[in-house]
T-cell receptor, first 112, second 114 residues
Framework: EDKVVQSPLSLVVHEGDTVTLNCSYE??????LLWYKQEKKAPTFLFML????IEKKSGRLSSILDKKELFSILNITATQTGDSAVYLC????????????FGDGTTLTVKP | DTAVSQTPKYLVTQMGNDKSIKCEQN?????MYWYKQDSKKFLKIMFS???????INETVPNRFSPKSPDKAHLNLHINSLELGDSAVYFC?????????????FGEGSRLTVL
């Protein structure tokens, strides 16, 4: 059975800190690793990583995938209170159903 | 003009009742999903439909029955509700015709079974 494990499960930091969130995966017929941010309601898409070793960046957020070691990290630099959310990673299968298996999420709290 | 919309957003009901949640997407996507998110924020896939055809059916009690009248709609009907069905149910869609990719989620329907 496919499995995605995130760590830490929760994290409390102060504004300005840098955080690294981890995601390891065991997904058969793996295609991509996706990161989502969930605040109060729906998860919203952050990154999709398909190739190993290529960093994706969006402002203060960046992410990279290691397909040999089967993990990904999400970095957030100069954190702000608005970064407080649950960060979800998901392993996406390369099938016509496109099934995503989610991890448990990391709850990030950024204090002023 | 919400991309993926679900109704109702909140549902409180008694054990044993039957309820439905509706979902519509206006993104022109081929594939729609239902996910269940428990109190610990774990998102688990329940069903997937591709162009009205059932593609994924995880180990879900047969009290849960999805219905897709067309590729823009995927409804979820739940019979004989149980306490353990309390959760947030998310509908999502994905443009699979260009290859598996990101999910676009609705805002969720919080179901509370008393």
């Amino acid at each position: 059975e496919d499995k995605v494990v995130q760590s830490p499960l929760s994290l409390v930091v102060h504004e300005g800190d840098t955080v690294t969130l981890n995601c390891s995966y065991e997904v058969t017929n793996f295609r991509s690793l996706l990161w989502y941010k969930q605040e109060k309601k729906a998860p919203t898409f952050l990154f999709m990583l398909t190739s190993s070793g290529i960093e994706k960046k969006s402002g203060r957020l960046s992410s990279i995938l290691d397909k040999k070691e089967l993990f990904s990290i999400l970095n957030i630099t100069a954190t702000q209170t608005g970064d407080s959310a649950v960060y979800l990673c998901a392993g996406l299968k390369n099938t016509n159903a496109g099934k995503s298996t989610f991890g448990d999420g990391t709850t990030l709290t950024v204090k002023p | 003009d919400t991309a993926v919309s679900q109704t109702p957003k909140y549902l409180v009901t008694q054990m044993g009742n039957d309820k439905s949640i509706k979902c519509e997407q206006n993104l022109g996507h081929d594939t729609m999903y239902w996910y269940k998110q428990d109190s610990k924020k774990f998102l688990k896939i329940m069903f997937s439909y591709n162009n009205k055809e059932l593609i994924i059916n995880e180990t879900v009690p047969n009290r849960f029955s999805p219905k897709s009248p067309d590729k823009a709609h995927l409804n979820l009907h739940i019979n004989s509700l149980e306490l353990g069905d309390s959760a947030v149910y998310f509908c999502a869609s994905s443009p699979l015709s260009v290859g598996p990719g990101e999910l676009f989620f609705g805002e969720g329907s919080r179901l509370t079974v008393l």
